[in-house]
């Protein structure tokens, strides 16, 4: 069993920026992959970006250039940089990780980009 929490989550006017970390209760190392997902209101739950063990990320187009995911196996953590936020990017942003065929999700953290 793995828990995932999520932190760093909040108000950001637009341009801003936010880093949001993922915390796992055990090793990430072995971690197939690692990655941010997000949903905002009435809408369906999204991939963000992942990376895998080997330090692989892919994005969603509508991040490209401006989210950043690292992983930090020395400290059980993953991170999501968010740059130049737009109204667009206001969701829960969930970390989720895949290991040997099991998919585990944290609770979720807030972020609101609003002027």
């Known amino acids: 069993q793995v828990q995932l929490v999520e932190s760093g989550g909040g108000l950001v006017q637009p341009g801003g920026s936010l880093r949001l970390s993922c915390t796992a209760s055990?090793?990430?190392?072995?971690?197939?992959?690692m990655g941010w997902y997000r949903q905002a209101p009435g809408k369906e739950r999204e991939l963000v970006g992942r990376?895998?063990?080997?330090?692989?990320?892919n994005y969603a187009d509508s991040v490209k250039g401006r989210f950043t995911i690292s992983r930090d196996n020395a400290k059980n953590t993953l991170y999501l940089q968010m740059n130049s936020l737009k109204v667009e990017d206001t969701a829960v942003y969930y970390c989720?990780?895949?290991?040997?065929?099991?998919?585990?999700w944290g609770q979720g953290t807030q972020v609101t980009v609003s002027s």
């Open positions: 989720n990780a895949l290991n040997n065929g099991i998919n585990y």
């Open positions: 055990r090793n990430i190392f072995s971690f197939n992959v």
């Open positions: 990376i895998t063990g080997g330090g692989f990320t």
